[in-house]
């Protein structure tokens, strides 16, 4: 089923914030909530890839957009890019993995990208 889809992953870096520029502004203190619990963080983060959404710790990203993903020949890491929805604000989110197995990443995050968001 495609409800019972998921990837499951433990980042080392994310970064959320506003976008696009012509949404509506965030509230401060849901800045300095993101900032505490994900942006400034330094452990590793629990992502959890749905079919239709990802969960990054306790926030849960939805209508995900753009959704591109990085490999740097120079590093063995992986950087997933999206815009989402959450609750009622719109975000980019920066996911990195560094991983050994960066390309086996890659290609689970491409499966994903076209069976469920194409």
Known sequence: MLSEFKIHYFADKVFVHHWPKNSPE???????KLDILINKKSDKKEIIV????????????????????????????????FEAQFENIF???HITIKSNNFLEIFNELIFWKKKFNE
């Open 91 to 93: 975000a980019h989110i």
């Open 50 to 81: 749905n079919s239709n959404s990802i969960r990054i710790q306790d926030f849960e990203f939805t209508s995900l957009k753009k959704i591109g993903i990085s490999v740097p020949f120079f590093k063995e890491e992986c950087t997933m890019i």
């Open 26 to 32: 965030w509230p401060i203190s849901l800045q300095e």
